[in-house]
């Protein structure tokens, strides 16, 4: 299962033909659309494509499937950066600071920045793909429930940061988000809880509705309030990230490229939670944290990059160990079955002109996103001075169409607009949402792996503390909440100083 130059060139001779390159566009196209539109998601855009591709070749249907996934990660960040609805759950950190930059005048340089960044990652990460597939999968295969708990743990951690100054309201945010997860089934029993006796709550409530009600519905509802005319009020001048911007998030990018694709190899880190990770450590390591949720160009291009970055790591584990690491991945399993072609070792010995040509095709996709993004930035900024008396409408009629498009239950738009009307209080009221997200994100496979971990120490928390990796992790959690108290009180003593009479 080794690397081959001549396997990589054959690779590209097959990508490049026509037919592989015009199902790569189309895969790239419905891609981008995929992730414009809030609540379709690059599974539901797949497994709706999946029939139809049994009259393509096998190389040039999974050409088009991977396309459509990675295409739905660029795409995701134009509607969270020009209107603030994250076009998917991974899209939300790149809202907290592409949506500032729009109200700034800057949309254009945030959605190219965005381009940018997730063509920059996604190439880095390819490499990875082609040279480390073996190693870097079987250090994968070293997660275990503890690990993954102890990973998923200290992702809750950092909560202290998103929180801002509002510490005890992030912890109260969070504690909602986990509660909401809660309702449905047991994840290991199946038994019902919180469900009331009501058939409909069985089936829980689906994230996306709680993210696109958070923000974009409570979004109208302050515009509406605040009788917004346009989100921007400021001439859009430049629709192009100046090389100050640029050189600002070069090392940005290659951070978060290294926490998206390692965090990506894991089953169950989807983007959703690596570009948190990678917003909060790229949050740290400023010498100006405090511009980050106002509007910081870096956040950007941070989520972005780890969002790619992800998204390209998953494809080592798929085709080396079958393993899916995220529902778009699973939907590509079975395209794969579908063929016959089996995922695994044995995949890049009897079908290395079928690997190879897919790895080289993602490498030409990056780059027919990169040429199709960038000179739609133009078009994509001028959303933002659209009167918001048309827009308003359209951002209600789209989050409506794409919440129920996830389960056709009109239950997920009553939930998505009952949490549009918390969002409105919760920021009315100085709550941060960014807590509820993650929570509400990360809680089942929290969950999950905490009961798993439990049976197999028989009831003891010690676990999480005697394997080495899940011991790292747990410890990396618990210096990230402990540094962030002390933050919070070292912030909070001048004020107190001050109040006090001389």
Known sequence: MGFSWDYLFQGFVTA???????????????????????????????????????VLPPTSAIIMMAAIYYGAMYGGSTTAIAVNIPGEASSVCTALD?????????AGPALSISAISSFIAGTLSLVGL???????????????????????FMGLSLIISLSGRALLKGIASMAIGLMVSLIGQDPLTGAARLTFGTAILTAGVDFISVIVGLFAISEVMINVEQRISTIS????????????????????????TGVGFFLGLLPGCAPSVTTFVAYDLEKRVSKHPE?????????????????????????????SFGLPTAPSMAVLLGGLMMYGLQPGPMLFATNPDFVWAVIASMYIGNVMLLVLNLPLVGMWARIVVIPFYILGPIIVFCSVVGTY?????????????????????????GWPVAPMVLATVLAQMLETSLGQALLMSQGSPLIFFTKPI??????????????????????QAPEVAMDEPD
Do not use: H
Not at 237 to 252: E, N, V
Not at 407 to 417: E, I, P, S, T
Not at 477 to 489: A, C, D, E, T, V
């Open 98 to 106: 592409g949506y500032e930059m729009a109200k700034q005048g800057k």
């Open 233 to 256: 009020r400021i001439d859009i001048g430049s629709w192009l990230p100046t090389w100050a911007d640029i050189k600002q998030c070069l090392w940005t990018m290659v951070r978060c």
């Open 291 to 319: 511009r980050f949720g106002k509007g910081a160009i870096e956040g950007v291009a941070a989520a972005e990059g780890a969002n790619n970055a992800t998204s390209t790591a998953g494809f080592i584990p798929l085709f």
């Open 405 to 429: 498009s996830i389960r056709f239950q009109a239950f997920d738009v009553w939930v998505m607009l009952l949490f549009g009307v918390i969002g409105y209080f919760m920021r009315k009221f």
């Open 130 to 152: 082609t040279f480390f597939a073996p190693l870097l999968a079987d250090f994968a295969l070293v997660f275990g429930p503890p690990e993954y708990f102890a990973l998923m």
């Open 470 to 491: 899940a011991a790292v992790f747990m410890g990396l959690g618990l210096l990230s909440i402990g540094r962030g108290f002390w933050l919070q009180m070292r912030s």
């Open 16 to 54: 490049l033909s026509f037919q592989n390159l015009f199902w790569a566009l189309v895969g790239s196209l419905i891609g981008t659309l995929v992730g414009v539109l809030p609540g379709i998601g690059p599974a539901s855009g797949i497994a709706i494509l999946l029939p139809l591709t049994t």
